[in-house]
Structures are given as structure tokens and as C-alpha cells.
């Protein structure tokens, strides 16, 4: 077995490992994996030791984990940290956002293909809320974009949601590189770190002129899609109520 094999076997049986103990608290707790209930973050950090020593494979086998972890609702806030004691902040960066990319593609496909024809039965009756998901489908990039970039809106879960709304994959994967700006500092503080047990800690270094550039960008983010999607909203209601009352 060569070793992209071996990787792509690690990726299934981590993805497993993940759903099996998230289901099954007790098995975890009987096998020893665990002491006191699954513990994603110190999981993670125990994978990022292990690619630390893969050499060159390694960015094969992180971008791989964080496909895992983004369709499985781990943190990847410590991926992403760890990507920048790992690698180092241009090819974590990369590594970052190639693996956030592809995991968040295969999270909007299973809402899109398992979880959207039940929301599609079920605004079927409601005009209005069909008009606003559509409205919300034609201005999805702008959407999508602002999102990303703010750190208030969960990316794992909002990977989902899109899923069973009306914007297009095309817009979706285009918004997402909404994320870019976020992962390199995120990934430039975990740098800063040198060490993958701190971390997530309060022991890991941190650059104060970063970290409030990132709550800036998140506030003006977090404001203009709140703005923007409650525009869209109302001039979708008004133009459903004058079809409706014709």
C-alpha cells in the first residue's frame, strides 16, 4: 500500500472514528480513546503531532483531516492554528484553505442533495418564504462573501444551510474565498505558537494588532450582511405581496 493510500485510508477511518464517538459515548469510554467523554481538540492536536512527522506527505494528509473535520463539525479553529506550527503561515495558509474548500463543497452537497428536496416539499405552500429563498439564491455570492468573511456566522454550519437554499455551487465556491483573509492571520497567530500543545491556550502567543484587525473586519462583515440580507428579505416579501395581490 503506497502512501496516498494510507492517507486516504487515515481520512475514512478518522471520519468514522469521529461519528462513532460522537454517537456512542460509552464505546469511546470502554476502549480508553477517551477519559472523560470525546475531546475533539486534544484528538486533533494528537493528528497534528502525527502529520508533523509524515514529512512531505504531511499537507496531504492535514488538507485530508480538515475535510474530515469541517463535514464533521470539529473545530477547525485548531487546524488552522496548528497549520501555522506545522507548515508555517504560506503553505498552512494553503493547506487551510484548499481542505476548508473541499470540505465545505462536500457539507453543501449533502445539504443540497439529502436535506433540500424535504425544505423544497415543505416552502412549497408558502410563497413568501419560497420568494425569499429565491432572492436569496439570485444575490447568493454577495451573501456567501460577506458571511465568510465574518467570524460571528459558524463556517461548519452554515456549509449545511446554504445546502438547502437557492444558491448556486457556483457562488457558493466563489463566496468561500471569503475565508481568505481570516485564515492567514489564524493561521500567522498559530505561527506564533511554535508549539502545537499550546494551542487554543492561554499560554499561545498572540499579536494584539491581528487579533483586533480580525474583530474589525468580522463587525464590519457581521454588519453589512445583516443589512444586506434584510434588504433582500423585505424586497422579496414586498414583490411576493404584489404578485399576490394581482
Same mark, same amino acid.
Given at each position: ?82 497549520? +501555522?506550527? %506545522?507548515?508555517? *503561515?504560506? $503553505? #498552512? &495558509?494553503?493547506?487551510?484553505? @484548499? ?7 462536500a457539507a453543501f452537497l449533502v445539504g443540497r442533495y439529502i ?66 483573509? +481570516?485564515? %492567514?492571520?489564524? *493561521?500567522? $497567530? #498559530? &505561527?506564533?505558537?511554535?508549539? @502545537? ?50
Open positions: 500500500m503506497n502512501k496516498f493510500s494510507r492517507l486516504s485510508l487515515f481520512a475514512v477511518a478518522a471520519f468514522a472514528i469521529v461519528i462513532l464517538l460522537n454517537t456512542n459515548p460509552a464505546l469511546a469510554q470502554e476502549t480508553g480513546i477517551i477519559a472523560q467523554g470525546f475531546n475533539p481538540q486534544i484528538w486533533l492536536k494528537n493528528a497534528l503531532e502525527w502529520i508533523n512527522n509524515q514529512g512531505a506527505v504531511g499537507g496531504i494528509a492535514f488538507m485530508l483531516l480538515y475535510i474530515v473535520a469541517t463535514v464533521a463539525f470539529l473545530p477547525g479553529s485548531i487546524l488552522t492554528l496548528g497549520a +501555522g506550527v %506545522v507548515f508555517g *503561515v504560506f $503553505l #498552512g &495558509s494553503v493547506y487551510v484553505f @484548499i481542505g476548508a474548500t473541499i470540505g465545505a463543497i436535506a433540500r428536496g424535504w425544505v423544497s416539499k415543505k416552502i412549497a405552500g408558502n410563497e413568501k418564504f419560497a420568494a425569499v429563498d429565491n432572492a436569496v439564491g439570485r444575490e447568493g455570492l454577495k451573501i456567501v462573501l460577506l458571511t465568510r468573511l465574518s467570524p460571528v456566522f459558524p463556517f461548519n454550519l452554515l456549509n449545511y444551510a446554504y445546502g438547502v437554499t437557492g444558491v448556486s455551487l457556483k457562488d457558493y465556491i466563489l463566496g468561500t474565498i471569503g475565508i481568505l483573509p +481570516g485564515t %492567514v492571520m489564524y *493561521v500567522y $497567530l #498559530g &505561527s506564533l505558537a511554535g508549539n @502545537i500543545a499550546t494551542i487554543g491556550t492561554g499560554d499561545q502567543p498572540s499579536n494584539p494588532t491581528v487579533v483586533w484587525t480580525i474583530r474589525i473586519v468580522g463587525f464590519i462583515a457581521t454588519v453589512a450582511v445583516t443589512l444586506y440580507v434584510t434588504k433582500v428579505a423585505r424586497k422579496a416579501l414586498n414583490e411576493s405581496t404584489s404578485i399576490g395581490e394581482q
